[in-house]
């Protein structure tokens, strides 16, 4: 069965920086695309960034912009976050979510399977 | 900038019939956004119910039904049960590899 993992959450002080990972099991990594989705204590969902299969192409909210790093390692089915320059805004717990796809290979653009989570706080 | 809108907050009787909308701040959704749809409980990652406007995910039962109406996309909860009291978020692919949030909407079954 599909699992996703999330480690590497924690404490960092204002403008420090943090990595996140996503361990993926129980399907063809190599295949999906995988985005990073956050939210903050008692607030809302909101999308944070998404990479192609292959790391082709990364795609980020406006908020995390030149901030974030999404990555992969398809070797270790492995997901990435570096996060640099860190905000208070940015404590959230962040999820990992894989992508899914028609039977035909046609993108169905929604987050199939979700990680359980890992808080990130941002405080000094 | 974008935004989803959701009703805050939504109340039904058990055995009763809801139907949450998603909207655009500016224009209309429909399937071209390929709107999705998340329950989430207190301290759970959210599950997926509903994607590409009205397929539902495995296991999700069919009393949980997706739709475009009017404007917006929408979720029908048919014979509501305790259990789904939740949150409800839906998602809207902009295109150009963004994806943007609504702010969720919180269902009570009372």
């Known amino acids: 069965q599909v699992q996703l993992v999330e480690s590497g959450g924690g404490v960092v002080q204002p403008g420090g920086s943090l990595r996140l990972s996503c361990a993926a099991s129980g399907f063809t990594f190599t295949s999906y695309g995988m985005h990073w989705v956050r939210q903050a204590p008692g607030k809302g969902l909101e999308w944070v960034a998404f990479?192609?299969?292959?790391?082709?192409?990364?795609y980020y909210a406006d908020s995390v912009k030149g901030r974030f790093t999404i990555s992969r390692d398809n070797s270790k089915n492995t997901l990435y976050l570096q996060m640099n320059s860190l905000r208070a805004e940015d404590t959230a717990v962040y999820y990992c979510?894989?992508?899914?796809?028609?039977?035909?290979?046609?993108?169905?653009?929604?987050?199939?399977?979700w990680g359980q989570g890992t808080l990130v706080t941002v405080s000094s | 900038q974008t935004v989803v809108t959701q009703e805050p907050s939504f109340s039904v009787s058990p055995g009763g019939t809801v139907t949450l909308t998603c909207g655009l701040s500016s224009g209309s959704v429909s399937t071209t956004y390929y709107p999705s749809w998340y329950q989430q409980t207190p301290g759970q990652a959210p599950r997926t119910l509903i994607y590409s406007t009205n397929t539902r995910s495995s296991g999700v039962p069919d009393r949980f039904s997706g739709s475009i109406l009017g404007n917006k996309a929408a979720l029908t909860i048919t014979g509501a049960q305790a259990d789904d009291e939740s949150d409800y978020y839906c998602v809207l692919y902009m295109g150009s590899g963004i994806w943007v949030f609504g702010g969720g909407t919180k269902l009570t079954v009372l």
């Open positions: 979510a894989k992508e899914e796809y028609s039977n035909s290979w046609r993108p169905l653009y929604y987050f199939d399977y």
């Open positions: 990479i192609r299969y292959d790391g082709s192409n990364k």
